[in-house]
């Protein structure tokens, strides 16, 4: 207990964070590449694997808000460690058991991991720890050094991919992520920090239930929770179908693996840029920016010819644009409502995203099905990117001192 009660345990909770962050994120990204070697192997069309990967984040939007209330109540690193063996469990099911079964409780599992061990509970923990005047910066960061994961486990499963098959690819993820168990003990301590609790110690009264009851009655929140839906539809079409997208378009699966690697690697700056922007401008003029220019790039992308340059410019202006959602709307929540109970309000959030994720798989997969092609679902992301940007312009966001509810 020494260790946490010194000056810098915020940092070790938030390189702690950052590493799960990195290997849920990071393994969850690589699935847009196991779209046509699974459906192949299973004879079915492309939609039974994007209706698993709904499932997925269907079941990682619903189960964020309780495991981010039990970490909230009982601590970090406990939801954390079983998250971790929920994801590994859920990657060896897909490997060992090829079946239709196999692979869509594979994915519920995984859903399941992701929620008890994902961003949703590293964002809560660094919340918690870190001084209110480095919040931001601090989720940034947490986001930013996350991004890792995907810059280098794509590549990464790739090569695994090529060499050995796609079901050893997944059992070496699944071992990754086992190992997760041991970095989640870093989480421990993540208890408010001294300046927070004295911050907010007007509302530390409030329980789950009350906070969570101010949270749904709150206009600005739910315009919030509104604008992320719109995030995880754009999110999870591209890293699944964009390999589909670029396969019908002669480019190889390499070019595909690299773009997405390169939205990792240009998240770590974007995800900083945005967490830094965070403490020194307005949250929602940012936020609202940033799905803007998600749309104008997505605009750009299908307007011009797909070569592998466009495609990797694509996945380096993605990358800018990618998870910097994610320190601004969680540190909107701590302005809204404090910290006690960000893991559960931001799950909540998430929740939302999470339906957004589940239009963007399973109904790319649905529209390519049926027409051959994703057209349409790309002009629907970009119109989105512009509804997006209108709903959180119009969020009314309060001094950072005082917490929405708390001034009534």
């Known amino acids: 207990m020494l260790l946490f009660s010194k000056p810098s345990a915020w940092i070790i909770i938030l390189l702690a964070g950052s590493a799960m962050v990195s290997a849920t994120l990071g393994i969850r990204q690589v699935f847009g590449l196991f779209v046509l070697p699974v459906s192949n192997e299973l004879g079915t069309g492309l939609q039974f694997f994007s209706l698993a990967i709904a499932c ?43 079946t239709e079964a196999g ?38 960061l947490v986001t930013s050094f996350g991004s890792f994961g995907q810059f280098a486990l794509v590549p990464f499963t790739q090569e695994l991919m090529s060499n050995y098959g796609w079901q050893t690819a997944l059992i070496i993820l699944s071992v990754i992520m086992a190992s997760m168990v041991a970095m989640s003990l870093g989480l421990r301590g993540d208890g408010q920090s001294d300046q927070n609790k004295a911050s907010v110690s007007d509302i530390a ?103 592998p340059v466009s495609v990797l410019l694509f996945g380096a202006a993605m990358g800018l644009l990618w998870l910097g959602t994610i320190p601004l709307t969680s540190g909107l929540i701590v302005v809204f409502f404090g910290p006690k109970y960000v893991s559960m309000l931001y799950g909540v959030v998430f929740l939302s995203h999470q339906i957004g994720s589940f239009v963007g798989a399973w109904v790319g997969g ?10 349409a679902m790309w002009w629907l992301n970009v119109g989105f990117g512009v509804f997006a940007f209108v709903i959180n312009w119009l969020i009314r966001e309060p001094s950072s001192k005082t917490p929405a509810f708390a001034a009534g």
Not at 64 to 84: E, I, L, T
Not at 116 to 127: D, L, P, Y
């Open 103 to 140: 692979v869509l409780i594979g994915q519920i599992f995984i859903g399941m991991g992701l929620g008890s061990a994902g961003i949703s509970i590293a964002v809560g923990a660094v919340a918690r720890a870190a001084p209110p005047e480095k919040r931001s910066l601090a989720l940034g």
């Open 205 to 307: 009264h409030l329980t789950a239930a009350s906070a969570l009851r101010s949270a749904v009655s709150s206009r600005d929140y739910i315009l919030l929770t509104t604008g992320f839906f719109v995030c995880g539809l754009q999110l999870v079409f591209i890293t699944t179908h964009l390999p589909t997208y670029l396969a019908d378009a002669d480019i190889g699966l390499d070019v595909a693996g690299w773009a997405l690697a390169l939205i990792g690697l240009f998240n770590i700056i974007g995800a900083f840029i945005c967490g830094w922007l965070g403490d020194i401008t307005s949250k929602k003029n940012v936020l609202a920016s940033v799905y803007l220019l998600r749309g104008l790039a997505i605009a750009v992308f299908i307007l011009t010819p797909v070569t």
């Open 56 to 98: 997925q984040n269907i079941v990682w939007g619903i189960s964020s808000p309780f495991f981010g209330a039990v970490a909230d109540r009982y601590g970090s690193w406990r939801v954390a460690a079983c998250g971790a063996l929920l994801y590994a469990i859920g990657l060896l099911s897909m490997a060992l058991y090829v």
């Open 366 to 375: 649905l529209w390519y099905d049926a027409y051959g092609n994703y057209e």
